[in-house]
């Protein structure tokens, strides 16, 4: 499923050691992946941010984003921006600038929410210890949709939920897991990844206030 036709996306990462685990601070880390952090990653990142600030407290939990290979002198493109349902997204939208996917990057994250499999696979290469805690976003809607996820739980309780759910077969086919790139393709794509997204960042937040807890909870 491509909206148009892209190069096939290649790490630039070496292999390395992992610098995968998680700081012991109580803060819930969630890193999404695309190519040019500009599109996808972006915006998945500021909305999950956003929603989560608003449904679990400020500081509870903190989004990031990169891309495999970014170009820092792109912006977050104005089809995407003129899609924020409100001010306060828009302005981070604008203020966003990409970064490349590292060590540093995926160092103490919790969760990774990437754009497709192949993006997936650079994550794995640089951190193997993450493939446990990282799906596609898409992947991860399916797979934390309706998910029994332990109250306070934490970054465990993610991680069993999404063991939980691959294990009862409600992960998607590899083919079906993947977001197509809207960047330089027609106007209309942009809304298309904007909808294609909302179920997998709803499941999410919802998976996140059970296991961090609500304000006061």
Known sequence: MTWFSRPPIRSPFAAGPSMAAAPEDGVFRILTVCTGNICRSAWAHHMLQTRLDDSV???RVEVSSAGVAPNQALRVPQELLDLAPDEELRARLAAH??????ARSLSGQNLVLAATGAHLDAV???APALLHRSATLLDAGALLSGADVAPSGGAS???DALRAGRAAGRGLPRAEADLP????GPAEGYGHM???LEPALSAVVATLVRAVGAPGA
């Open 124 to 126: 794995f290469r640089e």
């Open 97 to 102: 600038r990409p970064r490349p996917l590292s």
């Open 157 to 159: 309780a993610v991680k």
């Open 194 to 196: 904007v909808q294609a």
């Open 181 to 184: 790139d809207p960047f330089r």
């Open 57 to 59: 407290g400020p500081g």
